[in-house]
């Protein structure tokens, strides 16, 4: 099943601009090793001049849940709301009959349509 991992951001934390950029940086080597290694996409990148900037890689639902689980990007989810502002993160499955398909059987089975 494809899905996406999105985070959203802000700004960094007044103080911690310079750790934010490393950071960055450092999330950004990972998934590009992850991406060569054919597990996600290289991280895409969209910044808004206000408001929330994006940051996305797309793969297996698996791939992506196996690379979260590891202890590298565990750290990285704990810095990112440390270092920057508005920081959060989800896994979104990809597609339409991945949603309607499960929530539609769910239905039937409850006998609500």
């Given at each position: ?5 999105v985070v959203k951001?802000?700004?960094?934390v007044?103080?911690?601009?310079k ?10 080597d ?7 290694e054919?597990?996600?996409t290289e ?5 808004a001049?206000?408001g ?5 890689i797309?793969g297996?639902?698996e791939?992506?849940l196996?690379i979260?689980a590891m202890p590298?990007a565990?750290k990285?989810?704990v810095?990112?709301?440390?270092l920057?502002?508005?920081f ?10 991945e949603?309607?398909?499960?929530y ?10």
């Amino acid at each position: 099943m494809k899905a996406a991992m999105v985070v959203k951001f802000t700004t960094s934390v007044p103080g911690r601009e310079k750790a934010a950029i490393a950071y960055a940086r450092e999330v950004d080597d990972f998934y590009g090793k992850k991406a060569a290694e054919g597990l996600c996409t290289e991280p895409k990148w969209f910044w808004a001049p206000t408001g929330e900037s994006l940051w996305i890689i797309e793969g297996e639902y698996e791939a992506l849940l196996g690379i979260l689980a590891m202890p590298e990007a565990q750290k990285f989810l704990v810095m990112g709301s440390i270092l920057v502002q508005g920081f959060g993160y989800d896994l979104y499955q990809v597609g339409r009959e991945e949603m309607f398909g499960p929530y539609e059987e769910t239905l039937k089975e409850l006998k609500i349509i």
